[in-house]
């Protein structure tokens, strides 16, 4: 039944756009009928080259955000655990987390030319800013019962890290992947809108161009379809490593 759940919205939405749609209140070509939206979904997956699009978003996506955890992951902890690192970079991320790190793009692009580099190097540095802040929150607040218990065990510096500090934030490390991982979908798809011949985002606006707005909104329902594969995937993942917290929570 939980996995039902979720068509108690969506099966009414689809009524209301139907009912929309066939009105004859507004333009076809703004409410196109749900018949038509769930061909071109089927039509995409039967293309060869939407397929390519696909992973030519897919891996920007992951690459940068690949990217922004490798870097994220340690620079938090560093700055969860050392007050000097935290006095020196806290004030850093905190002033121009609230920077919409898209206006920065013309000069991405200058720097690193039209193509993927750019595109992922925004994607890194849109999705570094969750996941150092969160990862940084959750190392800082280790119990410090559990540091002394791992001291008078005889544990050391590099031993308590490993054993204590980095099970302790892996919740908060996955909460900032959960905020990072559809940021990157996201800035992929607008950078791609904006100067790119290939990829999901340019399958939008060049639908839109071209006045399919039946096939702008089958892309549209792939690209959120993927965010939630992703999603699953990343919370599966999440239970897997991270199966002692299951123990400790419940729903209410």
Sequence with gaps: MSRLMPLLIIIPALIAWEAASRSGLWNPLLFPPVEKITREVALFFTRPAS???TWTSLYRALGGFALAAAV???LGMVMGRSRRAGELLDPLFSGTYAVPKLALFPIFVFVFGIGSLSKVALIFLECLYPIVIVTAQGARGVNRVLLWSAANMGAGAAA??????????????FAGFRVALPISLIVVVITEMVSSAD???????????SLKTDRMLAVVLVIAALGWLLDRALVVLRDRLIYWEKLETYYV
Excluded: C, D, K, N
């Design 51 to 53: 397929l390519l699009e």
């Design 72 to 74: 994220g992951v340690p």
């Design 160 to 173: 308590a890290l490993r054993r204590v500090v980095i099970p302790a934030s892996a919740p908060f490390i």
């Design 199 to 209: 990829g999901l985002g340019y399958l939008v606006i060049y639908s839109l161009s």
